[in-house]
Structure formats: C-alpha cells, structure tokens
C-alpha cells in the first residue's frame, strides 16, 4: 500500500469521508488512489478558500471532520481565510496539504515556500508527515486531535515521496474522548449568583436545543437572562426552542443590552468583546464592575452543566419557548425588512440557515423566531466569504434538508465559486444574493472609527454600483439557475419556487436600502 | 496629521502612487485619507488574490511597487498566492496589513490571528508599526526595502490606533541604491568557458532587451547557447530581439535541452531544477558532470556583465535578431496551435502578454517571436490565478501599452474577480480563455508522477466540464464584454474587434484539444 492509499483509508476508517478538494501535481497520488477507495467522496472545489469553507460548513452540521485537500503553500494559503473562520468556530477539520518530495526541498523550486509557518497560524495541530511508514499514525492523529474536544483544525503537511512510496499502513483512529465535565464548585460559584442581573452568555455546545432547553429552565426558574453570541457556530432556533437574543454586533448596542448587568456567565463562551477597536470605545463590553463567571470553557461539557444547573436551582420551572409564528409575506419594496420577512413566512421544515447578510441581516431573527425549526450558521471568525463554502458544506453534510444561504454581495465575491460546486454535486441550496451595491458595513465602519467621511475618494473604496455586478450572469456562468427578484412580491415568488425544486438555485435580492 | 495620512504621504513621496486595496474596517483611516492625498490612486479590488497580483503586474512594467492595502491575516492570506509569485519574481511591493489597536490585541477577538507568522513566509521584510510617531519612518524603510535590488515584499502591518492616533510625519524615502556590479575575477572565469557545449541561463534583467542583446552578441561570438529560465518575470520578445528559447517545462524536454551541456552559466538565474519532483526523474535538470558558473547573481548587474563580457569576448560579433514575421491568419478549428497563430498574426505593437495559458500555451513563443516587439509575463511563482490580476496591474502601469491576457480556463477560476476591476478602471486588457473545459496540466502530471491513471474518480477531480464554466457569463455578471469563438475565424475576428475597441474584453476561445 501506498502513502496516499494509506492517509486515505485512515480517513475513512476515522469516519472522515469527505474530502473537499482543489490538488495539483503534488497530490496526483492522493487523486489517484480515490480509486482505490470508493468509500472517500472527494468533491472538487474551483478554489482553496471553497474547499475549507465547506469544511466547517460540514463540521458543523455534522460534528465530525471533513477533510481538505490543498496545493503547496499558495493553495494553503487561499485556504486561510476560511480555515481562520473554522478555528473561531472550533469546528473538527483535517487539511491534507501536499508538499514536494522531501529530496526536492532543498532545490528551492518555484513552489517552494514555509507551508508550516502558514499552518501554524489556522491550526491547532500541524504536523510534516516525514516516512510513509508513519503516515497511517499521523493521519489517525490528526483525525483524533481534530476530533477533540473542542474541534480544532489539524494541518498534515504531506510530500510527494511520502504518498507515492509503499510500505504505508493504515492506523486507526482512537475514539472521541468525551467532553470534560464542569466541577461540582463551579456550579456551586454559578448557582449562587443566578438572579435579575445576570446573564448567561451562551455559544458553542449552549446553544444547542438542548443547551438552550437548559439554560431557558435556568433563565425562567432565576430571572437570569440569557444572550447568544452574536456569530454562533452553529444555534437552534425556531418553533419550540428558546428565543435567545444573539448580542448584537454594534459595540454601542451590544453595550447597553449588557447594562446594569451585575453577573456574567460564561457558558462555552468567551467574554464579549468588541469585533473591533474604536478610539472612544471600550474593548470590553460588559459593563467595567459586572463579575465575570466561568460555568463552562469551551470543550468542556456546557450542556450538562446548565442541566445540572437547571436541576438545582430551577428544577420545577418550564423554559419559555417560541411560539410557532411567521410573518405575512411582504408586499411592495424589497428592503431588508421585507426581505427577513419573506424568509420567516417560508422557511422550509428543518432548513439549515446560513446568515453571512451582514447588514442586510438584520430583521433576519425577529423574522423567522417562530418559523419551523431550524439551524442557524454565522460568520463565526469574521472573516467574509464563508456563507457560499458553509452552505456547500453544509449540503453535503445534510442532503435531506434544505440549505438557505443568506449572503451580502460584497462578501459572496470572495468565494462565489462555491456556486460551481453545488451545482456539480447538485446540492439543494437556495442562495439570497442581499444585493445593495456596496460594501454597506464598511460605510458605517467609516463613521465609527471617527474617520472624517463623505469624501468622494474614500466613497468610492466602498462602492460596489461601478460597474454592478451581475449576480444572475455569475450564477449562470457557475452551472447555477438565477432570478432578480426587485419587489417582495418577486423575492417571495421565487424564493418559494427555489425551495421546491431541487438543486442550486440562487436568486439576487435586489434591496432598497435606506427606507 | 494622522498615522494614515503619514503613511499614504510617505509611500508617494517615495513614487509609491498606485494602492490595490481591499480594506475593512482596521483600514478605514487609510480610506479617509485617500481624500487628502490626491496623489495616490487607490484601486478596489473584490477579493485580494486581485489585489496583490496586480502590484505584481504593476511592478513587473514599472519596475516600483505599487502598495497593496489587505484587511487582517484572512486578507493577508487571500492574497499570499499572488504574494508568493510575486517573492518569486522578485519583484518589489509593500503591503500594508491593518490589524486590531494594539490595545485590543490582548482580547482576542474573533479576526484576531497571526498576522506576522503569514507575511514572513511571502515577504523579505516584515515591520509592524508600533508607533504614530514612528511610522512614516516605518514606510519610507518599506519602500526602500521593496525597492532593493533584487525586489523584494516588504509587509507593513498597521495597527488601526498606529493609523487614527495624531503626530505622525512624513518620512523620505532614500534614493534606490544600484545593483551591484559583478567582479572582474568572476568574468574571467566564465569567459573562459564559453563555447559551443555552454549555455548561458538567462533571468530577470538578463532577459529585457538590453540583457538578451548583450548575451546574444556573446552567443554569436563564441557559439555558447542561450536558454531562458522557464517562467522568466518579464522577457522582451519579438522582431528586433533575439529570440531566446525558455527552458521547457516538462522535466524530460528541459533535461533534453540541457543534454550534452558542460558549462552553464546563470545570469539573474538559479540552477535549473524541476518544478516537481517525479519518481523516477531527477530534480536537478542540467547533466550531472555539468559545471555551473555564476556570472550575476539575481539582484546584481547582469546586463553590465553582459555587456562587458560581449566586449571582451565577441567585441565584433553582431547578435541574431528575429526578423519581422508572422503567421498567416488561420482557418478552421480552434485548438492551441491556431489559437496561438492568431494572437501571433494579430498580436498589436508595443503588447504586454500575459501568459497563464498553460499547456494551451505551447505554440505561443514560436507564433509570435517575429511579432512587433512586446513584453512577456508568465507565472513565476507556479502559484496559478496570478494572470489575470497581473494583467490589471500592468494595464495600471501602462495605460498607453495594449495588454493581452492569454490565461487557461481552470486558473482563471481562482481570482476571476479581477475581471471587475478592469472593467471598474477601463482598462485596455484583451483577455483570452483558453477553454479545454479540464485541468489539462493535471492530466499530465498524473501520469508524470507514475500514479496509475484511466480510474473513472481520480478523472473526476481534473474535469471542468459539469457543469462546464460560461466565461461569457462569468465576464458579462463581472462588466466586462464578452463573445465566444469556437473556431478560428471567429477568434480572429473578435480578438481583433477587442483589440481596438478601448477597455476590457473577454474571448471564450473553446478549444478543440488532441488534434
């Protein structure tokens, strides 16, 4: 058997049987031996920065890692973005980066460059496979340390001489080490400060349904609230699960839904800060006196702490739960209110959201509280181009349920290759291009930073109108069917006519903003 | 005056006037200070792949860098690719990478990552500012740098409050020192090599016009050969020059040239080596018995040693120059050796090639040696997705200048955003896509590399064919105008309508490949 033969069947034998693909000469071995094991679905990817995105995407409808498999350091490196965005969102995932033959390094050839420096800063675990003999170990390593608790990005850095040669065997995986669990006195420290000024700060496994069951006993039994963070990895909503607000990303909102609050705890999340600095603006975003209080690290078992939390002090109280509900589909201008509305009026049974809308977004939540069940994905690490690869990924990992893909324009550039991939795996993805011409953030970024604005220069830098871009040219060009949808009545037509049929469809919302 | 407004002053000061950006919002004061210096030009790009491949383009015609302004490690990363041929090329570029205030470092906020770790391993000089006071001198040491000779990727990273904070000043960039001249004793001992069995190994300055002339005088004097470095950085072409022939790509073709050589000597060149490493082929492409001589290392005097060589040695010796000649305007099907006698036959005076066509390349040289004079701009690094962006920076550099931008259809998927840029600016680029609906290359190397090959999934990962990519689409959702050409006629006809017609225009030339 050869190296390739063997990193592959670890994988699988691992349980990571998707491989997200976008290789060159040096992963020809690799490519080729998906013949040899049919039970590795390798999909391809027109560009690095799909293949991760849809990584996370996968993990985080799935649990389990999928893997990459990614070209040099240049291909590593259009990785990056994406690959930071999984390691916000502490998501499994396994790159499977090729390399040269370890006697071609020394040359110095053209693609030459330091890929483990790149790795190091997306990964939690990078390791250079040096023997094919060893190469089985190091796969089932990186799939174990991946598949920790919390997930991390594994980087295996794979040469050439390494997959071609024989003499490889397969290893396997050890099986997932269950999440740690919270000690008895920290439950202790948490359950006596639950009361009207408290706050449960939630994510990762909290705002699970069952984490948010929990917490929602917790919040009804104390007086305690509860607040989400505000870019989730992965947060139930809908019909029957708690209404949990996510904190809102402004800092000055943020700020005062988190005034008067005396106790902070944290719940699989890390204490709120400010996605950016402002010169009169503090970092911190809880007020300067509130206690901070650990229920549970990430990694650790929050569930189990907010239900043992919940059985102690609360163990007669009824969570609140959203009501099934869903707005009147809209009529007239399509803005971002009608379009949230349109999305909350029909939102199919057990959708996988994918929200990357930004500031098109924001009645995204209020809208769509009461529609049936549902998953939510955000842009966990901040970094844009994520929404089009998750929601690939997300589809792949999924195949039964439907995937909405709410996607701001500016941002889908980054990645709207992902487009060509759900059409060639004819995934059932319906995409809402948020389309306003602009990079509509970065001009009230602009004013926040206290920079002088309504300069006609540093106008145009956010300015996407010269020349428009044509998001249902692009999606055609990508294999994908595309409508313009410029009224309510248009979005809601073809929105409900993309959920019924299957594969791809993408539709660009032509929103009036402002009104 | 601001740290932004010191650090755009600055880079003009030091001639460095064109910025392609693509910022977020730790970039906003650079963007409000684009209004008080109207003397740089500061061009949007959708996605930074764009960004940092056109500086690349821009300094391959100009010879200064152009700054590129990047958002964070992910914007960073999304550029590293391009930044990687650019290292390679050894061109000059600074970027600019705005990161968090250096108070908000510590809170880890969710685009909080390892900014430095990317840019070493794409830049010869990495800075990141730590003062307002401090960080026109910052910039003027970046410029400088970058300027060196050899070019190097300076990386400035700029914390947003180093940008907002006042009492900045403007630094001086230094004079750019010259390249340094390459001892006697070193001319001595190459003159005493050259003969029939010696080939000189042309890169960088050796291959302009000033460089070919010289080593071509030598070459007629004393019977060496001249070989190109496959993948040169900008090589003068075409009727008037000599026509020097670029080292083969293909290892065993590359190993044929050099065959029976026994003295190669490198100007502005490294050794020979294999792009990648095969099983059974060795890396280093000259024969074993081979001496290597060095007369100018990248980033000395190589046309001055050439020249002084020509004078010792062939002081009479006229060079071989290309006649004028072209092919005749082909008819019928479409296929690489058509394709490449209509850009021969049409090719318009003073062109900039860019060429990214791949193995639909392969009759290109020979069809145009005989062409008007133009210049010639390949894939350096081997990173693919740099040709389009490089053809937006050199259309940039030289808005006098026709530029024709010859790029293969797989890699043009990787940064295909920078087709709206060329439209944004109005920029003269005539773009060809070589469209064989394959990762052609790849099919080749499968079976290079000895992996068994004709498996139906390993095929899979090299086809572009389902669905089959619309470039017309893709150019029209991207504002640029398009046709398709399925014959050579039709490409003869529509490459000649867009080369006179102004701004960019796309050709989907769908090539009939095997014949």
Redesign the interface.
């Known amino acids: 058997m050869n190296g390739a033969q063997a990193v592959i069947r670890t994988l699988v034998g691992g349980g990571v049987d998707i491989c997200f693909?976008n290789?060159?000469?040096?992963e020809?071995?690799f490519?080729?031996a998906?013949?040899d094991v049919?039970e590795m679905r390798?999909v391809?990817t027109?560009?690095e920065?799909v293949a991760t995105g849809a990584a996370d995407g996968y993990a985080r409808m799935t649990g389990r890692p999928a893997a990459t498999l990614l070209h040099?350091?240049?291909?590593?490196?259009?990785?990056?973005?994406n690959?930071?965005?999984a390691r916000?969102a502490a998501v499994p995932l396994v790159n499977v980066v090729g390399d040269?033959?370890l006697?071609?390094k020394r040359?110095?050839?053209?693609?030459e460059?330091?890929i483990d420096?790149?790795a190091?800063?997306?990964s939690g675990w990078v390791r250079r496979s040096l023997a094919t003999s060893a190469v089985g170990e190091d796969v089932a390593e990186a799939v174990a340390t991946a598949s920790g608790a919390p997930g991390q990005v594994a980087t295996l850095v794979l040469p050439?001489?390494v997959s071609?040669s024989e003499g490889a065997e397969v290893a396997a995986v050890p099986g997932r080490r269950p999440a740690a669990l919270v000690p008895p006195a920290v439950l202790d420290e948490v359950a006596g400060v639950l009361g009207g000024s408290t706050v449960l700060f939630l994510a990762g496994e909290a705002v699970t349904e069952e984490g948010l069951l929990a917490a929602a006993q917790v919040a009804a039994g104390t007086g305690a609230r509860l607040l989400a963070t505000t870019?989730p990895t992965r947060m139930a909503r809908g019909a029957g699960v708690p209404d949990v607000l996510k904190l809102p990303y402004a800092p000055q909102a943020a700020m005062k839904e988190l005034a008067g609050v005396e106790h902070l705890v944290l719940v699989g999340a890390?204490e709120p800060?400010?996605?950016?600095?402002y010169?009169d603006l503090p970092?911190?975003l809880a007020p300067e006196d509130c206690a901070v209080h650990v229920l549970s690290r990430p990694g650790e078992d929050g569930v189990a702490a907010l239900r043992a939390l919940a059985e102690r002090v609360a163990p007669e109280a009824t969570p609140v739960l959203s009501e099934p509900h869903r707005p009147e589909l809209p009529t007239g201008a399509l803005t971002p209110a009608s379009m949230a509305d349109v999305v909350g009026a029909l939102l199919p049974e057990r959708a996988i959201v994918v929200d990357e809308a930004l500031t098109s977004g924001i009645h995204l939540s209020a809208a769509t509280a009461g529609a049936p069940p549902h998953d939510w994905l955000t842009l966990?690490?901040?970094?844009i181009?994520q929404g089009l690869p998750a929601a690939t990924g997300a589809a792949v990992a999924c195949p039964d349920r439907p995937v909405v893909s709410l996607q701001a324009d500016?941002s889908a550039?980054?990645t709207?290759?992902a487009l060509?991939t759900q059409?060639?795996e004819r995934l059932d993805v319906t995409t809402v291009i948020c389309d306003n011409g602009a990079y509509a953030?970065?001009a009230g970024?602009?004013q926040?930073?206290?920079?002088?604005?309504g300069?006609?220069?540093?106008g145009?830098?956010?300015?996407?109108g010269?020349?428009?871009?044509?998001?249902?040219?692009?999606a055609?060009?990508?294999?994908v069917p595309a409508t313009r949808a410029t009224t309510a009545e248009e979005l809601a037509e073809q929105f409900a006519a993309a959920l019924v049929e299957p594969g791809p469809h993408l539709i660009d919302a032509v929103l009036r903003t402002g009104s």
Chains 1, 2 share one sequence.
Do not use: C
């Open positions: 693909a290789p060159g000469t040096s020809m071995h490519v080729a998906l013949d049919p390798a391809l027109l560009f920065g040099l350091g240049p291909g590593l490196g259009n990785g990056v973005a690959l930071h965005n916000r040269h033959a006697a071609h040359l110095d050839a053209p693609l460059s330091d420096a790149i190091g800063a997306v050439a001489d071609w870019f890390k800060v400010a996605f950016f600095a010169p970092g911190r966990t690490g901040g970094a181009g500016g550039m980054y709207i290759q060509w059409a060639r953030i970065l970024e602009l926040n930073v206290g920079a002088r604005s300069g006609e220069r540093a145009q830098l956010l300015d996407l010269s020349p428009g871009l044509d998001f249902v040219a692009l055609t060009g990508l294999g």
